[in-house]
Structure formats: structure tokens, C-alpha cells
């Protein structure tokens, strides 16, 4: 059960792609006592979880082999809630999968992207481009997008900012500056 939706599913799919469910299904149960998720009356109940990800998560499992993206409208929304649910149990060739789809996909605000790069902990190159845009951008960032980055990360974009040819940055010396330690004359 995720929030109010009571899910039937196979257990096939949770058992070979994620130790977390492998290992809370294998403990033995001692004769007479209920087997929780074996009938509705006792379901799993998965706390903390949005349907609307698992959702995306069963969509993968049952019918991402005929239909190989969901729609256009919601595939943000599908790859970022499997991507939130294969991390925290451990699927990581879904959670590969589907930060490849993410990091395709383009999105109007820059933010977006970034954000997602700075929770999961990728590398800056996962948002390169979105990178290289709030760099060339004439407008100043806003409070909100500035308090979504670190102290060093600030210190980068900024210095890149205040380069005389901003425009036309290169997505290579984005890359070099957000990539190396911050040296003090970055900061002059």
C-alpha cells in the first residue's frame, strides 16, 4: 500500500532488481503467522513513498518493454520518480537508466537539472548545458536558484559570470572551472 492505493503486484520484479525487497522477503515465517503483502487485509505498506513514483516504478517493470518512453507530458515526472525510487532501494541499473533519461531530457529552467545533479550527488558534468546557461544568462540569478548551490559552486558561476565574453563561454571552460578545486585567484 503506497499512501492510500493498495498496489497488487508480482514480487518477481522487486526480488531480482532490489536487495532491500530480497532481504525482506527471505526471513522465514514461522507456521500460522500472516505473511505480510499476501493478501489485502495485511499489505506492505510502504511509507514515505508517493503513488505517483511508484506508479512510474511499475510502469517501468510491466510496460516499458512495449511502450519505451512514457509520454511526453509526464516523462520528466516518470524518470524523476523512478530515479528517487531505485536510489533508496538500491536498483541501481534503474537508477542509471534513469539518470541517462534525465539528463536528456530538456527543461525550461536550468534549476531543474542542477537540483537534481546536487540531491543524487552527480558529477557537474550530469548538467552541463543547464550549467553553461545560468552562466551565459545576461539576468542575475535569483535568490532562490543562488541558495540551491554550495558556497564553492557560487564562487564558480559567479567568476564565470564575470567574464568579459560570458556569452560565449564554452561549455569546455564551464566544465574546467566547475570541475577543478577552487584556487584563491578563481576568487580575483
Not at 508517493?50 to 509526464?74: G, I, K, M
Not at 520528466?76 to 534525465?102: C, D, H, N, V, Y
Amino acid at each position: 500500500m503506497v499512501e492510500s492505493t493498495n498496489f497488487r503486484v508480482h514480487r518477481y520484479h522487486f526480488i531480482r532488481e532490489s536487495y532491500v525487497f530480497r532481504d525482506m522477503f527471505s526471513p522465514p515465517v514461522p507456521a500460522g503467522d500472516s505473511v505480510e503483502g499476501q493478501s489485502t487485509s495485511n499489505p506492505i505498506i510502504l511509507e514515505q513513498i508517493q503513488a505517483e513514483d511508484f506508479r512510474s516504478l511499475l510502469w517501468f517493470f510491466y510496460d516499458s518493454h512495449y511502450d519505451h518512453d512514457p509520454a511526453e507530458a509526464d516523462r520528466f515526472g516518470t524518470w524523476k520518480g523512478i530515479l528517487r525510487l531505485s536510489r533508496l532501494w538500491g536498483i541501481k541499473r534503474l537508477f542509471k537508466l534513469a539518470s541517462e533519461k534525465l539528463k536528456a531530457l530538456e527543461l525550461s529552467d536550468p534549476f531543474i537539472k542542477i537540483g537534481i545533479a546536487l540531491e543524487y550527488k552527480f558529477s557537474p558534468e550530469w548538467a552541463l548545458p543547464e550549467y553553461v546557461a545560468i552562466c551565459r544568462r545576461p539576468e542575475a540569478l535569483k535568490m532562490s536558484e543562488i541558495a540551491q548551490l554550495s558556497q564553492e559552486m557560487i564562487v564558480k558561476v559567479a567568476a564565470l559570470r564575470e567574464r568579459p565574453q560570458r556569452g560565449s563561454l564554452s561549455s569546455s571552460a564551464v566544465c574546467d572551472m566547475l570541475m577543478k578545486p577552487l584556487a584563491w585567484d578563481d576568487c580575483l
